[in-house]
């Protein structure tokens, strides 16, 4: 692991990591960290050694040419920055990168001791998955946490997934054993929009970190893009008449299903969370 030359002193840090692969479905999940590093202006603080940790032949490298000249190898790794959001009421430690090929355990332990000597309390991962969720509704977004009861307070609906995981899963499990409070945002991507971008599910897992970390985030244009990318996805499912029956059934499905939440605490929690945007805007 890269040694920390000096710790900063932080204000009640809450650590917020994503990872690409496996658990980055249009990668609306490592977006999120990047719009936060963007619009806060984080600083890198360390990168972790790549050698432990990625195998090349998967995680390649990059080479940079620049009008003919060779500038250097670009090695995949895990980098963790901090960014100090306007108001100085909590800090927040940024953590992103490819999701490593091996020695899961160990990363964990690494990123567990450094968040350890930062003063972090919570630890929110976040995640994407391909689901069958029609493109013109609401990008849902599931949570788990621990304590259990930090969903609930959270107004996180709680996810039911029992099976195999990746990083995410680990880093939930690593930090929840060790004290540290958990929350894992999955948002529930398209499956038949499956190639990134996704600035839809972005958003929606943005605006849940938002509620998590009680901070207001500057959406810059993303919900422009999120709005953008719908009317693409409209265009295209409209010149085949089996997509369009399928979105539709899946429209249907998902009305019914949420029929029930439409209630006036939801309604009264979005008008909340408006009220507060415009309040700081």
Not at 134 to 159: D, F, I, K, N
Request: proline share 7%; charged share 25%; hydrophobic share 40%.
């Amino acid at each position: 692991m890269s040694e920390l030359d000096s710790v900063p002193e932080l204000v009640e840090p809450v650590m917020v990591a994503a990872f690409e692969g496996w658990n980055d479905a249009g990668e609306a999940a490592s977006a999120v960290v990047e719009h936060l590093s963007s619009v806060w202006d984080a600083g890198e603080l360390l990168a972790l050694e790549p050698d432990d940790y990625y195998d090349f032949q998967v995680s390649r490298p990059r080479v940079t040419v620049v009008d003919g000249e060779h500038r250097g190898i670009s090695w995949p790794t895990t980098r963790v920055s901090i960014a100090r959001p306007p108001g100085g009421r909590t800090d927040v430690v940024l953590v992103t990168g490819p999701e490593p090929n091996m020695r899961w355990r160990s990363f964990a332990g690494d990123l567990l001791a450094i968040a350890r000597e930062l003063g972090v309390r919570r630890i929110v991962l976040l995640g994407a998955l391909l689901a069958d969720s029609p493109h013109t509704r609401p990008v849902p977004v599931t949570g788990m946490s621990t304590p259990a009861g930090l969903c609930g307070a959270l107004h996180l609906e709680s996810t039911g997934y029992d099976g195999l995981t990746g990083i995410v899963g680990v880093l939930h499990d690593a930090f929840a054993a060790a004290g540290i409070e958990a929350v894992s945002l999955w948002a529930a991507i398209p499956h038949y929009v499956a190639q990134p971008p996704c600035p839809k599910g972005t958003l929606a897992l943005l605006r849940r970190v938002e509620d998590v970390l009680d901070l207001t985030v500057p959406l810059g244009d993303l919900p422009e893009e999120a709005r953008a990318w719908e009317h693409g996805v409209d265009e295209l499912a409209s010149e085949d008449d089996d997509i369009s029956g399928y979105v539709r059934s899946l429209e249907e499905a998902k009305d019914a299903a949420e029929l029930p939440e439409a209630t006036g605490e939801a309604i009264a929690r979005e008008f909340e969370r408006y009220l507060k945007r415009r309040g700081q805007g």
